[in-house]
């Protein structure tokens, strides 16, 4: 079984960002960062921060807004204090370059020693290192997560359960080249994934070129706590002959609220249900609140914008066509961006947001939204169970 966050991007020049590299905001503590960021954290030209707000700016505020608008209309990349995140196409093709480079200077070498090179050069000792600290902090993030859940959403024996899924999660990272032998193509790609195997292992991977196109430390933690959130989403427990009553009212609320697509031909986790992968935003963006709010203190104004930016930048359309975006399991980058991370009221509080308007709650035409509008959590009570509250 394999679930994949991103897809195949067609070749499109036009997307490739002109950018110069990572640069990081002037004397920024970055007391919680790992070791290996902060270590990168250099003095550098910045964008103009507005003055002592505590949370929020000019950015800020357009992303109460119109989130997806903002985050997914603007040309370039937006620099955080950690990096950027450049389009997948742009770090695909730096990672063929490399290869290419590798071939003509050495002619004559096997593909292995070429691979070799290539990981050598890709999978830098200090860009594993920044993911393999993004993988322990997201890992326990999540774990204080599930820990903090109350006995009615998760009982001591339920904990354990998600818990052990999480630790079970292995990050899987080049070199030594054999580690992605039977997927050599991974290089130079884009994708990060979680897997099960079948005999019942779980591991995460990282594609070559994701490390190439995104620097920001808060994309990496989006993107690792969405994949690590599918070693604990409702297909994969289901599959695990897990059931966990809360699960069962948090999907409620995703069906009730249009964050998966009620479609008449919809199987419960078939290969057109967005079950899986709304939940697995879902929880990524528990991971990114805390993350962003863990920084509220140290960066501010348009610093925290970019932050919370970046972590979805690469959920935003980029160049496909309706079916390379696949929407059978995905929802829509709108849904994803607007709805599931910029109606989460932690997110909104670290920028300075006020509650969600009722026009923002959910497209006009949907229908589904009315005054018990809520965000979704494992405390959801369905509408049908409230009336019979009543009556009783
Ligand atoms: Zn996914």
């Keep these: ?136 902090w997201v890992k326990r993030t999540m774990e204080e997560f599930i820990n903090r859940q109350p006995h009615e959403t998760f009982s001591a024996q339920e904990k354990k359960q998600l818990k052990a899924r999480l630790r079970k999660t292995k990050l899987e990272l080049p070199p030594p080249v054999s580690v992605y032998a039977d997927e050599p193509d991974l290089f130079t790609k884009n994708d990060v994934f979680y897997e099960r195997l079948a005999n019942g292992d779980m591991r995460m991977r990282v594609g070559g070129a994701y490390l190439l196109s995104a620097k920001s430390w808060f994309n990496l933690v989006f993107t690792l706590a969405h994949e690590f959130a599918h070693s604990i989403d409702p297909c994969e427990l289901r599959a695990a002959d897990l059931s966990i009553p809360a699960y069962d009212r948090i999907y409620a609320c995703f069906l009730q609220n249009g964050l998966i697509a009620a479609r008449k031909t919809r199987q419960e986790c078939g290969e057109n249900d967005q079950l899986s992968e709304t939940f ?89 939204i009315d005054s018990s509008y809520e965000y979704c959590g494992f405390g959801f009570v369905p509408k049908a169970l409230n009336i019979e509250a009543e009556k009783l």
């Design 1 to 136: 079984m394999r679930i994949r966050t991103r897809q195949i991007i067609t070749a499109s020049a036009a997307l490739v960002a002109v950018s110069a590299g990572v640069y990081l905001a002037n004397a920024v503590r970055v007391a919680l960062l790992p070791s290996t960021i902060e270590a990168s954290v250099v003095s550098a030209h910045t964008e103009v921060v507005p003055h002592a707000k505590p949370s929020g700016g000019e950015t800020a505020h357009r992303l109460c807004d119109q989130l997806y608008k903002t985050v997914c209309q603007k040309r370039g990349v937006t620099h955080d204090p950690t990096g950027v995140v450049r389009p997948d196409m742009d770090g695909e093709i730096r990672a063929l370059r490399t290869y290419e480079e590798i071939i003509h200077l050495h002619p004559d070498w096997t593909s292995e020693q070429v691979d070799e090179q290539l990981v050598k050069e890709i999978f830098t000792p200090t860009r594993r290192a920044r993911v393999e600290s993004a993988y322990q």
């Design 280 to 368: 697995a935003d879902w929880m990524a963006v528990q991971v990114v609140a805390e993350a962003l709010s863990h920084f509220s203190t140290e960066f501010h104004g348009n610093q925290l914008a970019n932050a919370a930016t970046n972590s979805v930048r690469d959920l935003c359309e980029q160049g496909e066509s309706p079916s390379e975006l696949n929407l059978d399991l995905h929802p829509s980058p709108e849904i994803r961006i607007d709805r599931i991370f910029g109606h989460n009221p932690r997110i909104r509080e670290v920028l300075g947001c006020g509650p969600v308007t009722p026009s923002a709650r959910a497209p006009a035409s949907a229908g589904l």
